[in-house]
């Protein structure tokens, strides 16, 4: 997609005949000029998924009377929709804490103009890598967490999200459970890689587990993070392969660029609004 200024309406809605002929009969209404569209139709739970890109010089009225305009539209087909302006890109916050592999990597994709976003603030546990955030000019945060201080500094947490108007969280190799209160006040806005191709290898050390079980294949997964413990709507994944030889220190090797080209990948369908919740699955229109 061109870099111009555009709108993008996404769409999840029970599926019917004429969802696609009335929204694009909306747009060309108004000149809209579509640079990309994309359509999913989920017949187990016959529900329908799209996605439009329209140029915004294409059109005449602003956003907000668009999307008044849409709403009887919306409201025939049962629709659950959203209109975002690239103009206003996210405000994301990055949660890491020792290890610096994804971090670093996605602030020099931000800082390339690779990654839409604005980084608010990087939130830690600990001070090791504010030297890396602060080379980028970012605010840097330590909140230490401990099993006795705990809901105490996930509320300074979440109190943090809120003054930075944070739209998204990515949990960049955050090595602490986030408390329920916190998933359920950003639903489908916490990316979180695992190092692990899940569902196998849940929980902590995957590789070691994975290098004792003998596996021929370690990956790495993006989700979307819920109150149950890496058990989120995946968003994305990939793998690498294994031989005889290979090491624990091998595989941890392997996992790690594994982890930011998937953290990478994920982050910026999310950004551009291609990922939809379908329960427990994510359509990703890529």
Known sequence: MRSDRHFTLTIDCPDRVGIVAAVSQF???RGGWILESNHHADREHGR?????????????ERPEDFSKAFEPIARQFEMRWRLSDSARPHRVAVLVSRLDHCLVDLLYRWRSGELHCEIGCVISNHDDLRPDVAFHG????LVPVTPDTKAQAFGQIQALL????IDTVVLARYMQILPSALCEAYPGRIL???????????????YHRAFERGVKLIGATCHYVTADLDEGPIIEQDVVRIEHDDTVDDLVRYGRDVEKAVLARALRYHLEDRVLLNGHRTVVFR
């Open 27 to 29: 747009i060309a209404e």
């Open 138 to 141: 970012l605010p840097f945060h």
């Open 48 to 60: 329908f998924f799209m996605r439009n890109a329209i140029l915004a010089s294409s059109l005449a």
């Open 162 to 165: 809120q003054t930075q108007a």
């Open 192 to 206: 979180n890689i695992h190092h692990s191709f899940l569902p196998s290898f849940v929980g902590a050390r995957p």
